[in-house]
């Protein structure tokens, strides 16, 4: 059984930073695709960035490219988000995702989720 805990969120100034972190447990991260999405309140959840297997490969939306960066230590099984430059509008729930199947970043097909991690910028 695969278990992927987020932390490190919080409340901070628009402008401001914060790194999230996703451990993982049940399962050797290096061999899967990890990513991070989020849910604003009232709204679908969204993709926001994914990183291949060996860190060679990333994939961001628009809409935090330039300002968040993702990465892994496979060994010590947890992937990041470093979230530079917050907005108002990054505030959201995150949650960090497996990926079985597939050696490339992708938006889709996430098989195992965490249970999110509050991230609320003021303005």
């Known amino acids: 059984q695969v278990q992927l805990v987020e932390s490190g969120g919080g409340l901070v100034q628009t402008g401001g930073s914060l790194s999230l972190s996703c451990a993982a447990s049940g399962r050797t991260l290096s061999i899967y695709v990890m990513g991070w999405f989020r849910q604003a309140p009232g709204k679908d959840r969204e993709f926001v960035s994914a990183i291949s297997r060996s860190s060679g490969d990333t994939l961001y939306a628009d809409a935090v490219k330039g300002r968040f960066s993702i990465s892994r230590d496979n060994a010590k099984n947890t992937v990041y988000l470093q979230m530079n430059s917050l907005k108002p509008e990054d505030t959201a729930v995150y949650y960090c995702?497996?990926?079985?199947?597939?050696?490339?970043?992708?938006?889709?097909?996430?098989?195992?989720w965490g249970q999110g991690t509050q991230v609320t910028v003021s303005s």
């Open positions: 995702a497996l990926r079985q199947m597939g050696r490339t970043p992708s938006p889709y097909n996430y098989d195992y």
